[in-house]
Nanobody, 115 residues
Framework: QVQLVESGGGSVQAGGSLRLSCTAS????????MGWYRQAPGKQRELVAS???????VSVASVKGRFTISRDNAKNTLYLQMNNLKPEDTAIYYC?????????WGQGTQVIVSS
């Protein structure tokens, strides 16, 4: 079973920045599309950004220009640089393979943005 370990979350004020990391326990990481998802209280989990094996990245409109996804295949690690954070970015952030997932989820990392 693949293990995904997310880290880097925290509490920041609006306008602040955080960098999230996700390490996968499989080298299959290097050849699949990976993504960052988030789940806000009372809402469904949503995909906010993804990056393929060739580092082509896509993000949703609500984070475009503020969030940057990247990967280090040598370290099996996925990153999400989040700048100009807004209160609506408050959520638990998870990483996983896109679109099917690895079959399990990590514990996530919580991001809280105060106004």
């Amino acid at each position: 079973q693949v293990q995904l370990v997310e880290s880097g979350g925290g509490s920041v004020q609006a306008g602040g920045s955080l960098r999230l990391s996700c390490t996968a326990s499989t080298t299959i990481f290097r050849i699949v599309t990976m993504g960052w998802y988030r789940q806000a209280p009372g809402k469904q989990r949503e995909l906010v950004a993804s990056i393929n094996r060739d580092t082509a990245a896509v993000s949703v409109a609500s984070v475009k220009g503020r969030f940057t996804i990247s990967r280090d295949n040598a370290k099996n690690t996925l990153y999400l640089q989040m700048n100009n954070l807004k209160p609506e970015d408050t959520a638990i952030y998870y990483c996983n393979q896109v679109p099917r997932g690895f079959g399990s989820w990590g514990q996530g990392t919580q991001v809280i943005v105060s106004s």
